[in-house]
């Protein structure tokens, strides 16, 4: 995943090569450069719920979507829940004031209407965007521990194959930044989760370290990925921890409730 930086606005965008490579949509996550908020949300907030100015919320929106490639106008969120709800979206639901919650709960969206922009927050979560370049269908998860344990990400594949006939093996997946395992340290709920979900698969991506341990949700993210069927060389993640690069991110760990958001959007562009 390469990090750019927009020589014009001076704003920060990461992007997945295997996303550009392909072609078809426009996507890109955020980093907390180049927006107009102050404070606590310094600049780029994305989070309609933190308490900033809604006007400069929905002005750093239309800086990054003009910078990812996508119509801000045609943002769809949902309110996020930590659950597994996956939410089918159409061209009628767009239209978001930045102000209120969103109306539908959901922590992953797809869609095959072109030119619908769906988002996703986080802060330390892992942000995850999907595109099948054969059928024209994109989607954007948000996956925290919960949702991670819950198959978040393998459940919205399986939405893209029930609802739009996709196959597995044609996806292309981008893992986003997140807190990272040199960052994510849990006490036993967090790995028995994943033990419960994944079995013995989960074993590499949770280190004991005395009485705690780490937890790598990336590698658990792209694991349930592959268990879809999507091949390995088709999965992408970010090597960047958000706890560790308070100079690109708000990381809720790090900073608790005084932060921003960061958001990950995608959109297709063509139509297959
Ligand atoms: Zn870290």
């Known amino acids: 995943m390469s990090v750019s930086e927009q020589a014009r606005s001076g704003m920060v965008l990461l992007k997945s090569e295997l996303l550009e490579r392909a072609g078809g949509t426009a996507h890109a996550f955020s980093a907390r450069i180049g927006g107009v908020s102050e404070g606590a949300y310094f600049s780029l907030n994305l989070g309609y719920r933190r308490g900033d100015d809604p006007a400069r919320v929905r002005e750093n929106f239309r800086r990054f979507c003009a910078a990812a490639g996508a119509r801000f106008e045609n943002l769809v969120c949902s309110a996020q829940v930590h659950g597994d709800t996956v939410r089918i979206v159409r061209a009628e639901d767009i239209g978001w004031d930045y102000e209120t919650p969103p109306p539908k709960a959901a922590d992953a969206m797809i869609t095959d209407a072109k030119g619908v922009v769906l988002a996703v927050f986080s802060a330390d979560c892992i942000p995850i965007l999907l595109y099948d370049p054969v059928r024209g269908v994109v989607g954007a998860v948000h996956a925290g521990w919960r949702g991670t344990a819950l198959g978040i990400a393998e459940k919205t594949v399986l939405a893209m194959r029930e609802t739009f006939g996709c196959n597995p093996a044609d996806l292309l997946a981008a893992v986003g930044p997140g807190i990272s ?24 991506f ?4 005395g009485g705690k341990w780490r937890v790598d949700l990336k590698g658990l993210n792209a694991c349930f990925l592959r268990r879809t069927g999507i091949p390995a060389e088709r999965v992408e993640a970010s090597e960047l921890c958000t706890a560790c690069r308070p100079d690109l991110f708000w990381s809720h760990r790090r900073l608790g409730e005084e932060r921003g958001s960061q958001a990950a959007v995608i959109a297709l562009t063509t139509g297959t």
């Open 206 to 209: 949770l280190i004991r370290e």
């Open 181 to 204: 395992r040199c960052c994510f340290e849990t006490g036993d709920d967090v790995p028995a989760a994943m033990v419960s979900a994944l079995g013995d698969e989960a074993d590499p």
